[in-house]
């Protein structure tokens, strides 16, 4: 393993790991939104915004902190075979089903980037009462598709070094 592969290891996880452990409080700000929701209603008029940005939080919420669960190994697993598996077997089929998962992140920022140029370059809105801006989302959503992939080219690099072991 080249240091090059270490120090992308090292710095790939360090940001998913101090993003992913900031937005993890972004559940306290969909609270906040969802209360304010719930009190505005009762007592006052009706706000227009509360939905559609409690939608917005957990949009970064998941976004944000995809790259982090994955780090965790908080994503969810099949596991009617993978928990009987041997370490080294779970590298194997790990290595190789990230491969999977790469492509489809690529595809999945490919048509994100061009909704976010889209977005830009007609000043998009929601076609809600509210009308929002929709590229500060749209933004948020192509840069956690990022580090999820960037997090996935680490688990690649952490599995091929377990199975030729190496240590990271």
């Given at each position: ?38 009190i ?8 227009l ?13 998941y ?6 669960a ?15 598996w ?21 595809l ?10 889209y977005?830009l ?16 989302i ?6 956690g598709?990022?580090l ?12 091929i070094?377990?199975l ?5």
């Open positions: 393993m080249t240091a090059l592969m270490r120090a992308y290891v090292r710095i790939v996880d360090g940001v998913n790991y101090h993003i992913g452990r900031v937005v993890m409080y972004g559940i306290f700000v969909m609270m906040g939104i969802l209360l304010w929701s719930s505005s209603k009762t007592f006052f008029l009706p706000s915004w509360t939905l559609e940005m409690a939608q917005f939080s957990l949009v970064a919420y976004m944000l902190g995809g790259g982090y994955m780090q965790l190994g908080a994503n969810v697993r099949m596991d009617l075979f993978y928990g009987r041997s370490v080294t077997t779970r590298a194997w089929v790990d290595s190789v089903t990230v491969l999977f998962l790469i492509f489809f992140l690529g999945l920022i490919y048509g994100g980037i061009d909704s976010l140029l977005s370059q007609y000043n998009e809105r929601s076609p809600t009462a509210w009308r929002p801006l929709l590229w500060p749209k933004t948020v959503m192509c840069v598709l990022v999820m992939l960037l997090q996935a080219v680490s688990e690649l690099i952490k599995d070094a377990h030729r072991d190496i240590e990271i």
